[in-house]
């Protein structure tokens, strides 16, 4: 390539130079690169997957050559035209495969339990336990239109789009969202988890070196869904302390009233800090009851005696009215469009008199 680009003209050494920058440019390698060992686990499962189907994708892509090589006009090779059947042939066609399926779907089967979101952590990273009577970090997560909340609730405060995490310290997120289904997704650290109102999803998950990173929406959601993203801190516990001391000295305090205020939409959001939060506030944003006066859907579940979660269609929205269904709308409301055919006059039609009179039609 860089003998090609030194022949090449100026302007056009230039232009190949600039492409391959470009192209380069729009490469990210978080995802093979965590910091977190949920992550670096998924990243494993990952390699081990692409090399099993690479056991079968490569010897095939090699054999397309060797046989265009081997039997093509004039090599020589023998030509069979009553040839039907190959026990070892068979045998090797479908064997292989078979054994790669089962291992896969044993990885799978065995993965899908070890890296469940809800199963709290055993390990710190590998050959490194959790030390015993260690807490996780309580992390509470709103996904709001376009922005992030994270609520530190043992530490009262909060942040918005910059999340910070002490390195080895295991974290427990509580995660939910406002108006819409979204999926909190942090490649570096644990992957991802959807998050959908008036519903609690969990993820737990630990970050094993400094550094910064990104986190991201991974669902579309509208407008402004491109730059719904926050900042990923992983700190030492000294630096950790550092900023929980710096976000308490903001001023500011997250309650009701101000949450109102936030979660309706807006794009590009600075971070911004909170150093004071209101008790309790996660589970009232799960429960769609922030506003003052507003029963909870737990509470309302309760009374009605059922047991379980209410449908986050039927809560109703903060911001705005929820939409009525076109055929529960009293007439007047729904209209009429350009194109709607109205029914002729019953007394101008013969019925069953006429049954082929094209006037019957609008009946």
């Not at 094993?208 to 730059?227: D, L, R």
Request: net charge neutral.
């Amino acid at each position: 390539m860089r003998s090609f680009l030194s022949r090449a003209p100026g302007g056009a050494a230039r232009f190949l130079a600039g492409l391959t920058l470009a192209a380069l440019g729009g490469c990210n390698t978080d995802v093979m690169f965590p910091t977190g060992d949920i992550a670096l686990q998924q990243r494993n499962l990952i390699l081990v997957s692409t090399a099993l189907m690479l056991l079968i994708i490569v010897p095939v892509l090699v054999m397309i050559v060797v046989f265009a090589w081997r039997y093509r006009k004039g090599a020589g090779a023998t030509y069979d035209p009553h040839f039907d059947h190959s026990t070892s042939l068979e045998l090797l066609i479908w064997s292989c495969p078979l054994l790669i399926i089962i291992c896969l779907g044993a990885l799978t089967w065995s993965s899908t339990h070890l890296l469940d979101p809800f199963r709290p952590l055993e390990r710190l990273s590998a050959g490194r336990p959790i030390p015993a009577g260690s807490e996780p970090l309580d992390v509470q997560v709103v996904a709001m239109d376009w922005k992030w909340l994270f609520i530190y609730p043992s530490l009262g405060v909060a942040s918005v789009n910059e999340l910070a995490l002490p390195v080895d310290v295991p974290v427990r997120f509580s995660l939910t969202a406002t108006s819409q289904m979204n999926t909190f997704y942090a490649p570096t650290l644990a992957g991802m988890i959807y998050t959908m109102p008036g519903m609690r999803s969990m993820l737990h998950a630990v970050i094993n070196q400094p550094g910064e990173s990104w986190g991201y929406s991974g669902n579309y959601t509208g407008a402004g869904y491109s730059h719904m993203r926050f900042r990923l801190r992983g700190l030492d516990q000294a630096g950790f302390d550092r900023w929980i001391a710096d976000v308490k000295n903001a001023q500011g305090t997250l309650d009701a009233a101000r949450y109102v205020e936030m979660v309706r939409p807006s794009q590009k959001e600075p971070a911004a800090y909170f150093g004071s939060v209101s008790d309790g506030l996660f589970d009232k944003v799960l429960n769609r009851c922030v506003e003052p006066g507003k029963p909870c859907e737990a509470a309302t579940m309760s009374h009605d005696g059922h047991h379980g979660m209410t449908p986050s269609h039927e809560a109703e929205p903060i911001t705005g009215s929820k939409p009525v269904p076109a055929f529960e709308k009293a007439p007047e409301d729904k209209g009429s469009g350009p194109n709607v055919t109205k029914p002729a006059p019953p007394e101008s039609a013969p019925g069953q008199l006429d049954p082929g009179n094209p006037q019957n039609r609008g009946m």
